[in-house]
Structures are given as structure tokens and as C-alpha cells.
């Protein structure tokens, strides 16, 4: 049976992040459904180049409902997935429950088929919302243990800060040119939601290791643990250079990826971080070791 699309009043686009006022909905849609500001992407290189976003616009030109898919490969188990990912998926409360999710759904997983990604992966609080369209959950898992001894010798690190012009283009350089910070799961650039992700959450440090050409994303806990969120670098330096560099001396480490490129092992602990990952595609495929995307990929 066809389910019900009550679009009564709307008009249907997509492919509008290069129209200044369909970007400007979508930055109003986010802000009133999730409290986030993606607008200072516009200052940190635009947004994806790969974004195509759906959406249904009222009369006035605002965003009732959205739901974009972008290019998002990923490294699985030692080999890329050319993957889409899907994100920014709202409805605005006086519009919900006519159908117009599932139909940007739908038209959003019919055009990452028409495309040719070999799966589809997205982040979200309701997972049951895409058990339906073939989206399993993926358990994710950080890293945790006692610190190794930092390297003595390295250059002291520098704050890196993405609202500077030359900080930024440096960002993007090394955005371009990075390895995957591991070969279990991660991803392969993502540039734009690492630059988002710099501004989102204030207790992000973004520090530049200039001796490893490597941006580094960390953050220190209440308790003083040293939390490692990302690498940006062709060659990962390792975890005794990267402590060197920030002249951290935190007796406790806990990495937010697989830190198989670190030269250090912690221990895996299931990570609750308030969202579940899931995929689409790629038969029952899983990470072959307890693994997690860095949150600088969050999307
Ligand atoms: C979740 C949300 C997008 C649903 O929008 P909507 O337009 O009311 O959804 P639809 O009317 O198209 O319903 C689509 C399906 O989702 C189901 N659904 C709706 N809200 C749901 C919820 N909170 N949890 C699980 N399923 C839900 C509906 O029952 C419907 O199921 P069906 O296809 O089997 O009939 C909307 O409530 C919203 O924007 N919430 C806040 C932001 C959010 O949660 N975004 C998505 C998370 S990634």
C-alpha cells in the first residue's frame, strides 16, 4: 500500500545550497530544529561540493522539511566505501506527520542508488525511523588506557584557528591531503563537516604540530584525561609525538577512533555517544575490531 503524502501548500527542490536563499532556510531549519549554526560554514569554504540537499519550501521560502546526502567515502576494514551520507533531516513541527519524511527519504536513497554509492550511512537519535529502509546500527567504540611517555624533542604545537585566513587555507591543505586516520573505520576527507565541527563545540582544541605537518582535534576532561578526537596529517604521527608536540604530561588517554596508526593500544569501551551510526548496504559487513568515526566527522 502506498502510504500518504499530504504536500498541500508546498513546492518540492532540491540541489539549493548555490541559491543564497534556499542555504539561508536550511541554516534557519537547523537552528530552530537542533540549536546548531552551520552558517559560519559559509566563512570556512562553503558547504560540501557533493551536497544535495531535498527539500519541501512553503510559500514564504521557508524550509518545512529537509533531508541532504553528500559524497562521504569511508575507509572500512582497509578498503574505501564509496558511500553518500545523509544528514540534516528535519521537519518542522506544524508540517510532521503528513509523509513528507518519508518522502525525502526516498527520494534522498533513490538518488544515492541512481548515483552509484555502494552504501549509505547516516547518524541519528531514532534509529527506528530508518530500521524501515534497510539501516542496521553500528556499535561504536573508543579507545582508553595510560598515556606513553611524550616524545621530548618535538616542536612545541600552536593553536590553529580556523576563522584566520592563512590558519584556514593550511587547514584545508592538509584536509586534502590526509591519510585515513585508521584502517579500520574512518573517513577519507569530509572536509566541510571537520571545519563545521571546529566551531560547534567550544571545548574543541584545534592545535597545529608543525614538526608532523599534522593538525591535531583534542579536548581535556574535568578530570584532566586527554582525549584525542582526530588527526589531520598525510603520515599519523604517533600518540608520544602528538603529546610531545602539546607538552602533555595526562596519565590518561582516550582516543575516539581506532588508533591502530598511534603506536599505542588502549582498551576498546563501547561509546554512548547519544546518536547511533547506521548503514545501508554492504551486505552484513562490520569493523573487524571495535572502531568508531572520529566526531570531527559528525554530521
Ligand atoms: C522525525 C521527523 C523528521 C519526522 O517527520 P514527519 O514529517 O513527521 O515524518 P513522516 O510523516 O514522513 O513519517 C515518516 C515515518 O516516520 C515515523 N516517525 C515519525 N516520527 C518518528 C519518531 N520520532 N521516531 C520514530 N519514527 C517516527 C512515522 O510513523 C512514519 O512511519 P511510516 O512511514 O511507517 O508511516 C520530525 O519529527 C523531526 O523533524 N523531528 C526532529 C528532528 C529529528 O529527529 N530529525 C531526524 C533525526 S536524524
Not at 561504536?140 to 618535538?154: C, M, N, S
Not at 584532566?224 to 603520515?235: C, I, K
Amino acid at each position: 500500500m502506498t502510504k500518504r503524502l499530504d504536500s498541500t501548500g508546498l513546492t518540492f527542490r532540491q540541489d539549493y545550497f548555490g541559491d543564497a536563499a534556499g542555504w539561508a532556510a536550511l541554516v534557519r531549519l537547523l537552528q530552530d530544529i537542533f540549536g546548531i549554526d552551520i552558517g559560519p560554514l559559509q566563512q570556512l569554504g562553503g558547504p560540501d561540493p557533493t551536497s544535495m540537499p531535498f527539500g519541501w519550501f512553503d510559500a514564504d521560502g521557508e524550509l518545512a522539511a529537509n533531508l541532504s546526502a553528500f559524497a562521504l567515502p569511508f575507509v572500512l576494514n582497509g578498503r574505501i566505501v564509496h558511500a553518500a551520507g545523509l544528514q540534516s533531516g528535519a521537519v518542522r513541527p506544524p508540517w510532521r506527520g503528513r509523509g513528507l519524511y518519508r518522502d525525502l527519504t526516498v527520494k534522498a536513497l533513490d538518488w544515492c542508488e541512481r548515483q552509484g554509492f555502494e552504501a549509505v550511512i547516516l547518524y541519528t537519535d531514532k534509529p527506528s525511523l530508518y530500521e524501515p529502509y534497510g539501516f542496521r546500527a553500528m556499535p561504536l567504540h573508543r579507545y582508553v588506557g595510560t598515556a606513553p611517555t611524550p616524545e621530548i624533542d618535538a616542536i612545541p604545537a600552536r593553536p590553529l584557528l580556523p576563522a584566520s585566513a592563512d590558519d584556514l587555507a593550511l587547514l584545508q591543505l592538509l584536509l586534502k591531503a590526509r591519510s585515513p586516520v585508521s584502517t579500520t573505520l574512518s573517513v577519507t576527507a569530509n572536509a566541510a563537516m571537520f571545519l563545521i565541527n571546529t566551531q560547534l563545540d567550544a571545548d574543541v582544541r584545534i592545535s597545529f604540530l608543525e614538526d608532523c605537518q599534522a593538525v591535531v582535534a583534542w579536548k581535556m576532561d574535568g578530570t584532566g584525561r586527554f582525549s584525542l578526537l582526530d588527526v589531520v596529517a598525510a603520515e599519523i604521527p604517533s600518540l608520544a609525538a602528538i603529546l610531545g608536540g602539546l607538552d602533555i604530561a595526562s596519565a590518561a588517554v582516550e582516543v575516539l577512533f581506532r588508533p591502530d596508526k598511534l603506536g599505542w593500544t588502549g582498551t576498546p569501551q563501547p561509546f554512548e555517544g547519544g546518536t547511533t551510526l547506521m548503514l545501508r548496504g554492504l551486505g552484513d559487513d562490520a569493523p573487524h575490531f571495535p572502531a568508531m568515526l572520529s566526531p570531527m566527522a559528525d554530521f
